[in-house]
Every structure is written in structure tokens, then in C-alpha cells.
């Protein structure tokens, strides 16, 4: 099992220019997180797909950020226009299924930043 | 709404020393616990979990049991090695959720 898939691992981008985020979940699993982190505010859950389907979007920042997930093995986040204050890492996780419990399983991270 | 507070770091240890990452939380109804551990430059994997009130969860000599009444799940493990340096999470999962909520985070240096 290759894990949860993220590329690409390092984006540096200028101020203004449009940023695609991308997450192959584990197979088999039908829950998927977007997550960012950094420094000053920790840990933030962004949204999260429940079969493909977006269940919780409150943590999206605000307009600039939006995320999709097209089929079972592949989601995006996508940040148009990006800004310095966006830099973080961004994780996805995913998990095998919607119940309680179910251990959430992450992506190496994509570092952004945006100068 | 629910919440989760762990212990501020950096924690610097010598290797063999005894551990312990305090952690509490504020959440109605039962939520499950959990502990992350993320070491560098890699995401969050799960350490260990417990589900219940005094159920003990337990993963490569660390240790955390559910404290209802304290509403805590302290980490601890008695004798850490240099490979355990990484930034500890906890979290909390509502029973009728799917949304973890994790604490801030733990760092943890070991020193040889």
C-alpha cells in the first residue's frame, strides 16, 4: 500500500498566481481531509469529502480556496489568487470509512510557499 | 464547542528519561481519544487510541488511558530513545462525527 499520495511535495509561487494542490487517497478508503498547518494556528480542517461528495466545507478560509474530488482516487485544492499569508503545509489524510473511530491515515504534506 | 489542550513544548529529554505530554480536552457526550505522532518533514500517523472511558491504548511503549472524570489522556512512555523525537498531537473524535479536533501539538527532542 503506497499510502496517502501528495504532490507536488514543495511549491513556491508568487503572490497572485493560482496554486493546485493535489491528494491520491489510500484505495478502498471513502473519506477524504484536507488539512493545513501552520505555525501560529496548528492543525486546521479545511473540508472533507465523504464518497467523493463534500460533507464540511466551514473550514475553507474564504472564496479564494476551493477543493474537489472528481472520482474515489483523486482530490484537488486549489487556491486562486494565492497569497503570502497562504504559506503553510497542507495535508490530505484519508480514512476507510465514516464511522467513528476510523484512524485517518495522511500525506506526506505539500510545503507552499508564496512569496 | 469542543476542544483539545495540550501541554506547550519544546520538551527536552535525555535518552532513557521518563515521558509524559499532558493533554485535556472539553467535549460533550463521549468522544473517542486519540494520540498522533508526526515526525520530521512527514505527515501525522496515529500512535495509539482509546474509545471508551478507562480504556488504556498503548503502541511502542507509549501509553495513554482515558480519564473521564479528568477529562485528560496523558501520554507517557518510560524510557524514550532519540528516535522519538518528533511533535506529538492529540485529538478528539465526537462519537456522531467524522471531524478529529487535535491539540496544538508537543515537541518532543531526546537527546543522546
Known amino acids: 500500500d503506497a499510502g496517502v499520495i501528495q504532490s507536488p511535495r514543495h511549491e513556491v509561487t508568487e503572490m497572485g498566481q493560482e496554486v493546485t494542490l493535489r491528494c491520491k487517497p489510500i484505495?478502498?478508503?471513502?473519506?477524504l481531509f484536507w488539512y493545513r498547518q501552520t505555525m501560529m494556528r496548528g492543525l486546521e480542517l479545511l473540508i472533507y469529502?465523504?464518497?467523493?461528495?463534500?460533507?464540511?466545507d466551514s473550514g475553507m478560509p474564504e472564496d479564494r480556496f476551493s477543493a474537489k474530488m472528481p472520482n474515489a482516487s483523486f482530490s484537488t485544492l486549489k487556491i486562486q489568487p494565492s497569497e503570502p499569508r497562504d504559506s503553510a503545509v497542507y495535508f490530505c489524510?484519508?480514512?476507510?470509512?465514516?464511522?467513528?473511530?476510523?484512524?485517518?491515515?495522511f500525506g506526506n504534506g505539500t510545503r507552499l510557499t508564496v512569496t | 464547542g469542543d476542544s483539545v489542550t495540550q501541554m506547550e513544548g519544546p520538551v527536552t529529554l535525555s535518552e532513557e528519561a521518563f515521558l509524559t505530554i499532558n493533554c485535556t480536552y472539553t467535549?460533550?457526550?463521549?468522544?473517542?481519544l486519540f494520540w498522533y505522532v508526526q515526525y520530521p518533514g512527514e505527515g501525522l500517523q496515529l500512535l495509539l487510541k482509546?474509545?471508551?472511558?478507562?480504556d488504556k491504548g498503548s503502541n511502542k511503549g507509549f501509553e495513554a488511558t482515558y480519564r473521564k472524570e479528568t477529562t485528560s489522556f496523558h501520554l507517557e512512555k518510560g524510557s524514550v530513545q532519540v528516535s522519538d523525537s518528533a511533535v506529538y498531537f492529540c485529538?478528539?473524535?465526537?462519537?456522531?462525527?467524522?471531524?478529529?479536533?487535535f491539540g496544538g501539538g508537543t515537541r518532543v527532542l531526546v537527546k543522546p
Open positions: 489524510a484519508s480514512s476507510p470509512s465514516d464511522r467513528a473511530n476510523s484512524p485517518l491515515h
Open positions: 484505495s478502498g478508503h471513502n473519506s
Open positions: 469529502f465523504n464518497n467523493n461528495v463534500p460533507i464540511d
Open positions: 467535549a460533550t457526550g463521549y468522544p473517542s
Open positions: 482509546a474509545t471508551k472511558a478507562d
Open positions: 485529538a478528539l473524535l465526537k462519537a456522531a462525527g467524522n471531524k478529529l479536533t
